[in-house]
C-alpha cells in the first residue's frame, strides 16, 4: 500500500510587545533588564480597589498595526477578562479582547489576518536552579516588571502549508512592524513571540485535522526547524494508525524533541466576560486619520516600487526593504548623486557593503551614502577598476572619506595605456607557452597572460583594454 500523502496546515499567533512609555492600564514604565519589581502599582498587581485607565498611545500603535495588515477597525471594540490562575497573573486574569478585536480580515503579502487585538502581558516567572541566583533550592521567581505591557497579538488564518512559508511571513511581519515603528521587534528579548498552531490531512481533504500549538518560540529559524519537527511527528502518528492529541507543545532547538506542556484548553475555559472597568475603544475620525497618516510607507510596497520604478530585481528589492535602514541608504545614496544607475548601486549596497559590515546598519558606520554612489560612478566611468572599487570601499568602511581622494592618495587609478603596453610585453615574455596556444586558437589561455597584468597592476587594469592589447600586440 502507498503511504498517504499528507499536507500541513499552519496558522501563527504572534505577540508583539508595543513601545509605549508606560503599561496597559497603569502609569508603570516599562522597562527590559531594570532590577525586578521596580516598576509596578497597585494596578498591575492587582490589589483590591485598583482600576485600569487605557493606553491612549497602545490603542494608536494597535490601530497603527491593524491598518498596516489592511485589517478592517472594529467602530466599536471592548475589553474582556481571561480568567486563570497562574502565579504571573496576580490579578487572576488577563485583560484582553475576545469576540469584538481592535481589527480583523486583513491580509500581510499572502496571508490572511484573522484578527489583531490588545492585551497586556503577563509577569516573568525566573526558573531558578541550584546553579541559578538561588543558592539553596531550586524555586520559581516572579519579576512584575513586564507584567501588564502592553501586547498586540495578531492571528493568521491557517493559510501556511510549509514551515518556509512560516519563516518569509514573520521575516515580513516583523520588518513591517519595525518600519512602523510600534514595537523593537527583539526576539531575544521577547517583544516579538510567535506561537504555530499545526496540524496534518491528507493532501486533497477539505477539513482539518487536530491541532497541536508549539510555544513561545523565540527566533525564525527555531520556529521554522520546530514546525518540520511537529509536521513529521504527527505523520509518524498518523501512519502508525494513531491520532493526534490537541496539546500545547514545546520544542528544543538544542535536542529537536517536542515535549508537552499540558493539553489544550478551549476558549470556554477561561469564562471570557467584558471588564466593567474599562470604557470600550470607539476610533474617532480623528484617532484613524493620525494611525494612518503615521504609518510610512511598509517593506512590501516599498519592495515593489523599487523593482517598478528603479528596476531592480526582485530578491534586491526585498533585501533592501526588509532591512529598512538598508534601504534608506540606498535612496540616500540615490539622491545624493543623480548620475549613478539605481540597479548597480543597489549590487554595491546588499553584495559589498553588506559584506563589510555584517550586522552593522550602514548609517553607523563611516561609510556616506554621497561616497558610496560616487565610487559606483567611478567604477561605472571605469576611472578605477571594480577590484581597486573594493579596496576603497575597505578604506571607506574603515576609515571614512571621499572616493576620489583615497583613488588619488593610493594611487588606485586605472592603469593608462602607456603603462599597460609595458605590462603587457612583459607578460607576453612571460609566458611563453601561453602565447604559443592562443596563436593556435586556444582562446582561454589568454587567462594566464590577463592574471599577469593583473597581479602587476595590482588590480588596476580594464580587463576588456588588456584583452584587446594582447590581441593587437600578437595580431591575433
Ligand atoms: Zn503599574
Redesign the pocket.
Known amino acids: 500500500m502507498n503511504a498517504v500523502e499528507y499536507e500541513p496546515v499552519i496558522g501563527l499567533e504572534i505577540h508583539v510587545q508595543l513601545r509605549t512609555r508606560t503599561?496597559m492600564?497603569?502609569?508603570?514604565a516599562l522597562s527590559f533588564g531594570d532590577e525586578p519589581n521596580v516598576?509596578?502599582?497597585?494596578?498591575?498587581?492587582g490589589h483590591p480597589g485598583s482600576l485600569p485607565v487605557t493606553n491612549a498611545q497602545a490603542v494608536h500603535y494597535g490601530l497603527m498595526i491593524a491598518m498596516a495588515l489592511e485589517c478592517t477597525i472594529a467602530p466599536r471594540s471592548i475589553f474582556h477578562r481571561k480568567n486563570y490562575f497562574y502565579p504571573d497573573l496576580p490579578k487572576g486574569y488577563q485583560i484582553s479582547q475576545y469576540d469584538i478585536p481592535l481589527g480583523r480580515d486583513g491580509h500581510l503579502g499572502d496571508v490572511r489576518i484573522h484578527r489583531v487585538h490588545l492585551e497586556e502581558d503577563a509577569a516573568k516567572l525566573v526558573h531558578a536552579g541550584s546553579s541559578g541566583r538561588m543558592h539553596t533550592a531550586e524555586a520559581s521567581v516572579v519579576d512584575f516588571n513586564r507584567?501588564?505591557t502592553p501586547l498586540v497579538e495578531i492571528v493568521t488564518e491557517p493559510d501556511i502549508r510549509t514551515a518556509e512559508q512560516a519563516g518569509d511571513f514573520l521575516r515580513l511581519l516583523r520588518a513591517t512592524l519595525k518600519r512602523t515603528g510600534v514595537s523593537d521587534v527583539n526576539m531575544e528579548e521577547g517583544s516579538l513571540r510567535c506561537d504555530a498552531n499545526i496540524s496534518i490531512r491528507p493532501v486533497g481533504e477539505s477539513n482539518f485535522g487536530t491541532k497541536t500549538e508549539l510555544k513561545n518560540m523565540n527566533s525564525f529559524r527555531f520556529i521554522e526547524r520546530g514546525i518540520d519537527a511537529e509536521v513529521a511527528r504527527q505523520q509518524e502518528i498518523l501512519r502508525g494508525g494513531g491520532e493526534v492529541e490537541q496539546e500545547t507543545l514545546h520544542y528544543d532547538p538544542a535536542t529537536g524533541a517536542i515535549s508537552s506542556l499540558r493539553s489544550k484548553e478551549e476558549a470556554h475555559d477561561y469564562r471570557y466576560f467584558p471588564e466593567p472597568d474599562l470604557v470600550p475603544i470607539v476610533p474617532t475620525e480623528e484617532m484613524l486619520e493620525r494611525a494612518r497618516a503615521e504609518l510610512p510607507e511598509l517593506p512590501a510596497a516599498r519592495a515593489e516600487r523599487f523593482e517598478r520604478e528603479l528596476g531592480l530585481n526582485a530578491e534586491t528589492a526585498r533585501l533592501l526593504s526588509f532591512r529598512g535602514e538598508l534601504g534608506d541608504f540606498f535612496e540616500d545614496a540615490l539622491g545624493a548623486d543623480g548620475e549613478v544607475e539605481p540597479a548597480t548601486l543597489a549590487n554595491w549596497v546588499t553584495g559589498d557593503l553588506v559584506a563589510r559590515l555584517g550586522d552593522t546598519e550602514p548609517q553607523q558606520s563611516k561609510v556616506e551614502p554621497r561616497a558610496l554612489a560616487r565610487l559606483v560612478e567611478l567604477v561605472s566611468a571605469k576611472t578605477i577598476s571594480q577590484s581597486a572599487g573594493k579596496t576603497v570601499l575597505d578604506v571607506l568602511a574603515a576609515e571614512g572619506g571621499d572616493p576620489e581622494r583615497i583613488v588619488e592618495e593610493r594611487s588606485l587609478g586605472m592603469a593608462g595605456a602607456d603603462e599597460l603596453e609595458g605590462i603587457v610585453d612583459r607578460a607576453l615574455e612571460a609566458n611563453p607557452q601561453a602565447v604559443e596556444e592562443l596563436r593556435g586558437g586556444k582562446a582561454k589561455a589568454i587567462g594566464a597572460i590577463v592574471g599577469f597584468v593583473m597581479r602587476e597592476t595590482k588590480g588596476r587594469a580594464d580587463g576588456g583594454e588588456v584583452n584587446r592589447l594582447v590581441r593587437e600586440k600578437l595580431q591575433l
Open positions: 503599561k492600564f497603569c502609569g508603570c516598576h509596578t502599582c497597585p494596578v498591575c498587581l507584567g501588564g
